[in-house]
């Protein structure tokens, strides 16, 4: 699961998926800069944290990149004895300018109106689309601005240029549905579905495609032979969905003989109640 190769391809995912917000051009690279990365499986498989695997592998190709170098990075600002932000990355790109990048990671379930960033909930549901976009755009990408940033920056001689977002993921529109996203988000953003567990019978079960539970170490690229996974039949998967210690939000890749198919949430009525999804 954690193959050098596996892990070259996440970093390929992470870097050449388009951005989940519009406008963020800049942030789809040539696969080529990417390809010869060599990233470090996390320490501990255990105690894996999504967001702390995508941060270190990006650390890792900026070091290893002929066009950047990494000024610092998870660079915190104080005020007094109170933490007023900090910064992702420092970059010095080819110019010669160094800018502020913030990277996330992020997937989101579409309920209700989707062209409401609000109806936009995480797997776990305290997090939401609108609630990130506004922690990105009023708090995080403006730190820079902050009188404790600008002396802090002063101090190291750091004159920021630019900040910009990397902020990747899915987006799982409800299942048979139309992809309908709010204004802000790229309509050509990576997807894929979500369904409830009582729908599930009479929709995915009722086929002969084969199923792989996603751990979140495999929420990046999609499945490839060389993952190892184990591979279940319907029957399998419902007994694992009827288990009182499933997630209520239970990631999931649909498989044919040629590979990954598609992939996507299967809820329970936990998760729904918190989201008030229908």
Not at 92 to 115: C, M, P, S
Not at 145 to 152: S, V
Not at 197 to 217: C, G, M, W
Not at 239 to 262: F, P, S, W, Y
């Amino acid at each position: 699961m954690d193959s050098p190769r596996r892990l070259q391809r996440d970093l390929i995912w992470y870097l050449t998926s388009v951005a989940l917000v519009r406008g963020e051009t800049w942030s789809e690279f040539n696969e080529g800069d990417v390809s010869d990365t060599a990233v470090s499986p996390p320490p501990d498989p255990h105690r894996f944290r999504l967001g702390q695997h995508m941060e270190k592998m990006l650390q890792a190709w900026i070091e290893q990149s002929d066009n950047y170098t990494l000024i610092d990075h998870n660079l915190q600002v104080f005020e007094g004895q109170r933490t007023v932000g900090e910064f992702d990355f420092l970059v010095q790109v080819e110019n010669g300018d160094i800018e502020h990048w913030e990277a996330a990671i992020k997937f989101y379930l579409g309920t209700g109106d989707r062209t409401i960033a609000a109806n936009w909930y995480g797997p776990n549901t305290t997090d939401r689309l609108d609630k990130k976009l506004a922690r990105l755009d009023q708090h995080q990408l403006r730190l820079g601005d902050h009188p404790a940033a600008r002396a802090l920056l002063h101090d190291l001689g750091i004159r920021i240029a630019r900040s910009r977002c990397l902020m990747k993921g899915r987006l799982f529109h409800p299942w048979d549905s139309e992809r309908i996203q709010p204004d802000s988000i790229n309509p050509s953003h990576e997807h894929g579905w979500w369904l409830t567990k009582s729908a599930f019978p009479s929709t995915l079960a009722s086929t002969d495609n084969r199923f792989v539970y996603l751990p979140k170490s495999l929420w990046l690229a999609p499945l490839e032979v060389d993952d190892a996974t184990t591979v279940m039949d319907a029957n399998e998967l419902t007994t694992m969905l009827d288990r009182d210690t499933t997630e209520q939000a239970t990631h999931l890749a649909v498989l044919n003989d040629k590979g990954e198919i598609n992939r996507g949430f299967v809820v329970d009525d936990r998760w729904l109640a918190r989201t008030a999804a229908p």
